[in-house]
């Protein structure tokens, strides 16, 4: 039977593109005619985005299928769509008018996004992400998480409680890879020493965690000066998940919670960042025009949207701060009401089932706790944004990934689904991948050659006695041999 040619193959993607392709050109027109009915001047700038975005997925599409790529497909579209959402949304605030917010290439970061995605998926495809954790890449992985934080924490900023680099990018953004090829790296050499507990299953084995709980206890309190709560808490989940992932042990989950108890409390009774975050989410009404503003106001907007929303235009974007980065979600939920917020969750669902699939499905215990770790990194990033608009837990400053305004976190979520995308094509062809062997698995019998004649049992008591004749009993002599045997069976021995 022939083998499906690659345009074949990706056909479910090219449809699904296409599909996702129609539905934001359809926002677009929405877009432009609300932009048009408050007198926003309208001119090829703001449809330049949209012109790159479908290029751009043109040219994904197309080189996927030239290079023979044969990676997740959804995972392609989802991203697509979430993309082409939060273009939507930007434009809608302006970003990409004459004089809006956006400026230089941050506006058009999702192409060079596009870009890393696709480099990433190819260069690391058939089982070459492999070598990121070959030799000392993983203690290379540990020294840039350190030096992105100590660079940050240096030569930064602060602003809006925040430590912020040069030009308000921010290079920590880059942590959220390189810790998780780190501790996945690091788990995968250490597996077996770390899966053994001393003390009937109660002591973590010390030594092999040491190095691996070192570098994240200093990349956390490093975190703590710099106020970045929302990495610190994913560096809490990413950690046990992938240490319970990679030794089966649900021990380390209980010291998972223990240590974010821990951490909690050292939030709150040290940081008066972290304890002002916490009142304003408990008691929001008490400051409701300082610390408790960001949240009220994204609150309401949310509110006045309803079921389906004001639509395009008709909303009040502006009066909600940072509407275009942290609470993006709230511009959504007020002007597409709470059919478009459950549209963008569901898509965000679609791609977090599809990572875990690929996780699931990799053929080596590297490949499936990296998918896992990345997959954690971007539940998380999407739970704490929506979460803390939706006051369902304490604003983290977290981004909304795909959707909020492109910076170095865009780049960053890009970078993650091109690993994703590189370990969902598997490994090369004709690869053979040695899986661990169960410890209660026997080693399976030498297969009896065609045509061999079967062997003769054992002389010994257990023997069948010959008809007509009694059973003989016979002492054990010292090196296990029978004393005494039929005249028969030494006949079938010496055969």
Known sequence: MKAASPWDQRRPERELLLICLGGICLGVILVMGSLQGIGTPLGLANLLPFLLYALSLAGLHLTLVMAGFRGDQILVVAVAFLAGLGLLAQTRLGAFAPG???????????????GIMLALAL???????????????????AGISLLLVLVVLVTGQRFRGAVFGAGFITPTELLKVSFVLFAAAYIDRQAKALGVWAFHGLIP??????????????????????RDLGMVMML???????????????????????????????????FQHGERRIQAWLAPFQDPTGDSWQVLQGLSGMYAGGLWGEGFGAGNPEYTPIAESDFIYAVIGEELGFVGTALVLAFFLILFLRGLQIAYRSRTNFG???????????????????????KFIPLTGITLPFISQGGSSLLTAFAILGLLLAISDGEARGTQTRAPRPASAKPAK?????????????????DPPPPGQAPRLGRKRRGGAQAATSPDSSKDARD
């Open 100 to 114: 809006g917010d956006a400026s230089g290439l941050t506006d058009f970061a999702f192409v060079g996004g596009l």
């Open 123 to 141: 260069g690391f495809m058939s089982g070459r992400y492999r070598t990121l954790a070959e030799g000392h890449w993983v203690w290379v992985w």
């Open 205 to 226: 084995p010390w030594r092999p965690l040491a190095p691996l709980v070192g570098v994240w206890v200093a990349l956390v309190l490093l975190l703590l000066v710099q």
């Open 236 to 270: 809490g989940l990413i950690l046990p998940i992938l240490l319970t992932l990679g030794t089966g042990r649900w021990g380390y989950m209980g010291l998972g919670l223990g240590g974010a108890g821990l951490l909690g409390w050292l939030l709150l009774a040290v």
């Open 368 to 390: 499936l706790l990296l998918a896992s770790g990345l997959t954690t990194v971007l539940a998380t990033q999407t739970i704490l944004n929506i979460g803390g608009v939706t």
């Open 446 to 462: 030498r297969p009896r050659p065609a045509g061999a004649p079967a062997a003769s049992p054992r002389p010994g008591h257990s």
